[in-house]
């Protein structure tokens, strides 16, 4: 079955940065656009970010834009985020997406959910 596994998370002082990573199997990776979304202790999950199938757009929610870049290598069937100047509210577990339908108003249009990976900041 299909299988996205994040990786990169971790414990980091406010103001560092962490790469997140995620590695699709069994999956037709260039026909989905991918995403990340985070939930927090208590919280609903909500987005983060998203990446078309060609990398052609990528969108953001406005807490991270300006300091998370999301980017995608189809020849390694692999997303990333890369999170810098990070805030102790971005506290979250991460976890990976695949859209075939590239809507991200909801959890409800996600085809495929990674695991999850933590990510812990420290004020």
């Known amino acids: 079955q299909v299988q996205l596994a994040e990786s990169g998370g971790g414990l980091v002082q406010a103001g560092g940065s962490l790469r997140l990573s995620c590695t699709a199997s069994?999956?037709?990776?260039?026909?989905?656009?991918m995403g990340w979304f985070r939930q927090a202790p208590g919280k609903e999950r909500e987005f983060v970010s998203a990446?078309?199938?060609?990398?052609?757009?990528?969108y953001y929610t406005d807490s991270v834009k300006g300091r998370f870049t999301i980017s995608r290598d189809n020849a390694k069937n692999t997303v990333y985020l890369q999170m810098n100047s990070l805030k102790p509210e971005d506290t979250a577990v991460y976890y990976c997406?695949?859209?075939?339908?590239?809507?991200?108003?909801?959890?409800?249009?996600?085809?495929?959910w990674g695991k999850g990976t933590l990510v812990t900041v420290s004020s």
């Open positions: 997406a695949a859209d075939r339908s590239n809507v991200w108003d909801s959890t409800s249009w996600v085809d495929y």
């Open positions: 069994r999956l037709t990776f260039n026909s989905y656009a």
């Open positions: 990446i078309t199938r060609n990398s052609g757009s990528s």
